[in-house]
C-alpha cells in the first residue's frame, strides 16, 4: 500500500478529534439491561406507515427496559429533502406518540444529521490518518466505465479490487489532482477478502451467514458540495454509538448492509451494536403479496390514517398485533401495556388489512363516551372538514344525543362509526346545517311508492305529530297513520292480500326514514326523532 498523503488541509484548522465527541457524550447512567433505541426517518418523501410500526416496537422496547428513546433525522440527501415531509413528521410523530424522549438539543444532540457535519468530519479524518479511507477522484464517467466492464464480465457490480482505481493510487497522483481543484469523495478501505463470509446474530432472525463485504463504499460526499456531509453508512455508525444507541431496529433491506456496518465499527473503533431487521409490511394483491408501496397504496403513507381519522389507539393496537400475533388476541387495554417480543416477531412481512383495522376501531371508538367522540371528532375536523366543525361548534348538544342513541348503557352499542371520516356520514344527517330535506315525492329513496301516497304520508305524519316520551308509544302514531291510508299492518297481511292495500306499514316507516334522515337506514326512527327535537322534525316531514 502507499504512503497515504497529508490529508490534514482537506479539514478546519480547529477541527476537533474523536476524542473531544467521546467526552461530549459519555456513555449514559441507564439500569442495566435497559435499551437506548432510535428511530431514524429520512425526510425526502411522507412518512411511511412501516416507518411507524418499527418505531412502536422501538418505543415498547425502551418503555419495558426502562431505556430511552430517540428519533434522528437522517437528512445527509439534502437534494432529496422536503419542507413537506418534515412538517408530516412533526404530526406523525405527535399523533402516534413517537417522538422523541430527547429534545432536539438534548444531552446527545442536536438529532439532525446536517446539523453534525464537524462530528462526521473529524472521524473521516481518523480512517484517513489511519489509511482505512481514502480519497477517490472517479468521475461519473470512470464509473459508468467500470459497470459497463463489470457486466461485461458478469463480474458483481461494485467498487472493489481491480475496479478500485484509486485504492491504491501513489500519493503523488493524489496531491496532483488536489493541487488542480478536483472534486473528490471518500472511500472506506474495505477490508473484506473475496469469498470470505462473515456470521453474526440478528436478535430477531437469529444467527446469520452472509458474504463479507468487499466494496469500498462511499463514506463522505463529494467535496464540491457544502455542507460537507457523510452517506448512511458511515453517519449512522457514528450516531449510533455516539448516541449510545444499544439496540438497532430496521427494516429488512438493510440486512445486506450489515457486513460493512460492522467493517465501519471494527475500523473506527467502536463496540459493535445489536441489530434487528423488520419484516416489511405487506399487502395481498390478487393471489400474490408484495410490499406495501408509497406509489401503489394510499395506506403506506402515515396521512392516510390521520386524514382518515382513525383514533390512534386502534391503529397501535393493530399495529403491535401485526408484530406480536399473541397480542392481536388480547383486548384493546392489555395489548397495548404488554411488551412486543423481538423474538416472535416474524420474518415473513405481515399483511396490512384495512377491513381489520377498521373492525378494531369501530369496537373501540363504541367504548369511548359520548363526549370523548365529540371532543376528538371536532378536533379532527378542524383541520379536515371546517363545515362539520363548525355544525359540532355550533349545536353539541345535538351531536351527544346522536351519540346516544343505541350506545348509552347498551349491551352491544352501535359499531358503525369507525373512524372520524365517517362521522359525517353516519351522523351529519342529525345537524339541520348539514342536512338537505328530500324534497321530490319520487325520489328513489322512497322505493318507488306513488307520489301522491308519499305526499299524504308526509302531510298525515306532521298533522298528528307526537314527539317521544317515556309516556307514549311513538311509532303508534305511525300505525295509525298507515291504517288510515290504507297499508297493512305488517309485510305478511300484504302478501296475502295485495289487492287491498297500497303496501305495507314498512313502507309508511320507510318514507318518514327517508324524510328525516335522507337513508334507507338508520338506528330507532323514534330515538333519531328525540334527537333532532319537534321543530326539526316537522320542517323535514314537510319539504316534500
Known sequence: MPDHPDVSRLFPADLPGPGHWERRYPKRGLPGGAQVTRFAPSPTGYVHIGGVYVATIDVDVVRHSGGTYLVRIEDTDRARVTDDAISQFAGAFSYFSIGSDEDEDGPYGPYTQSRRSAIYLSYVRQLLNGAKAYL?????????????????????????????????????????????????????RSPGIAGARIRFTDTIRGELEMDDNRNDAVILKSSDQEPRLPTYHLAHAVDDHLMRVTLVIRGEEWLSSVPLHLQLFDALGFSRIDYAHVAPLMKLDGNSRRKLSKRKDPEAGVSFYIDQGYPP?????????????????????????????????????????????????????????????????????????????????????????????????????????????????????????????????????????????????????????????????????????????????????????PGIYHGSIREVSQVIRVLLTGSTRSPNLAAVAAALGTDEVLRRVRSP
Open 313 to 497: 389507539e386502534a391503529v397501535e393496537y393493530y399495529l403491535r398485533g401485526l408484530a406480536n400475533g399473541r397480542l392481536a388476541e388480547m383486548p384493546l387495554a392489555e395489548a397495548l401495556a404488554a411488551p412486543i417480543r423481538l423474538a416472535e416477531c416474524g420474518t415473513a412481512g405481515p399483511l396490512v388489512d384495512l377491513v381489520k383495522l377498521d373492525d378494531i376501531s369501530a369496537d373501540f371508538v363504541a367504548t369511548l363516551p359520548g363526549p370523548e367522540i365529540l371532543t376528538r371528532v371536532a378536533g379532527w375536523a378542524d383541520s379536515h372538514d371546517p363545515e362539520l366543525a363548525a355544525a359540532l361548534a355550533a349545536e353539541p348538544e345535538v351531536a351527544l344525543r346522536a351519540l346516544a342513541i343505541e350506545r348509552d348503557g347498551a349491551v352491544n352499542p352501535r359499531k358503525d362509526l369507525r373512524k372520524w371520516a365517517h362521522f359525517r356520514a353516519v351522523y351529519g344527517y342529525f345537524f339541520a346545517r348539514l342536512f338537505h330535506p328530500v324534497t321530490d315525492v319520487a325520489d328513489q329513496r322512497f322505493g318507488g311508492l306513488a307520489p301522491h301516497l308519499v305526499r299524504a304520508i308526509a302531510s298525515g305524519f306532521a298533522d298528528a305529530y307526537v314527539s317521544p316520551s317515556l309516556a307514549t308509544d311513538w311509532f303508534a302514531q305511525v300505525r295509525d297513520l298507515a291504517a288510515r291510508l290504507g297499508f297493512a299492518a305488517s309485510q305478511k297481511a300484504y302478501k296475502q292480500e
Open 136 to 188: 477517490c477522484f472517479a468521475t461519473k464517467a470512470d464509473l459508468a466505465e467500470i459497470s459497463a466492464q463489470q457486466r461485461a464480465g458478469g463480474a458483481p457490480p461494485g467498487y472493489y479490487g481491480r475496479w478500485a482505481i484509486w485504492r491504491d493510487a501513489p500519493p503523488g497522483q493524489v496531491a496532483e489532482r488536489l493541487a488542480a481543484g478536483d472534486p473528490y469523495v471518500v472511500r472506506f
